[in-house]
C-alpha cells in the first residue's frame, strides 16, 4: 500500500483545514486508519484514527470536538477535516494504515504502512 497525504499549507488561527490520505496499491490492505503529528522538536504523536468501516474512531484529547476523521472507502481515501486550528497544531501530518480492519489504534507501532506527510502551518 502507497499512501499519499495531502492538503497541509498555511492557516490563521482559529482557520479551517482538510487532510487527505488516498491509497494505491494493495489496497486490499487498507484497514484502520490513522493520522499523527510531529512538531519540531518533538515526538510524533497520535491525532486521530478509524476502523476500515469507520464505525469506530478515536481521537487525542488536545484535538477531540475540533477534528473529525472520515474515510470514502470507494475512493480508498481517509480524510482529517481540521477546525479551529490552533498554533499548536503546527506539525507534520502522516496518514497509516493498519492492515488489521478492526482497530483504530493510537499507537503508532500498530501500523504497517505510512505516508510522506504534509506540513500544516497555523499563524497565531
Known amino acids: 500500500v502507497q499512501l499519499q497525504a495531502s492538503g497541509g499549507g498555511l492557516v490563521q488561527a482559529g482557520g479551517s483545514l482538510r487532510l487527505s490520505c488516498a491509497a494505491s496499491g494493495h489496497t486490499f490492505n487498507f484497514g484502520g486508519v490513522g493520522w499523527f503529528r510531529q512538531a519540531p522538536g518533538k515526538e510524533r504523536e497520535f491525532v486521530a484514527a478509524?476502523?476500515?468501516?469507520?464505525?469506530?474512531?478515536k481521537y487525542a484529547d488536545s484535538v477531540k470536538g475540533r477534528f473529525t476523521i472520515s474515510r470514502d472507502n470507494a475512493k480508498n481515501t481517509v480524510y482529517l477535516q481540521m477546525n479551529s486550528l490552533k498554533h499548536e497544531d503546527t506539525a507534520v501530518y502522516f496518514c497509516?494504515?493498519?492492515?488489521?480492519?478492526?482497530?483504530?489504534?493510537?499507537?503508532?507501532?500498530?501500523?504497517?504502512?505510512w505516508g510522506q506527510g504534509t506540513l500544516v502551518t497555523v499563524s497565531s
Open positions: 497509516a494504515v493498519d492492515k488489521d480492519r478492526y482497530y483504530a489504534s493510537p499507537t503508532a507501532g500498530r501500523y504497517d504502512y
Open positions: 478509524t476502523t476500515w468501516s469507520g464505525t469506530v474512531t
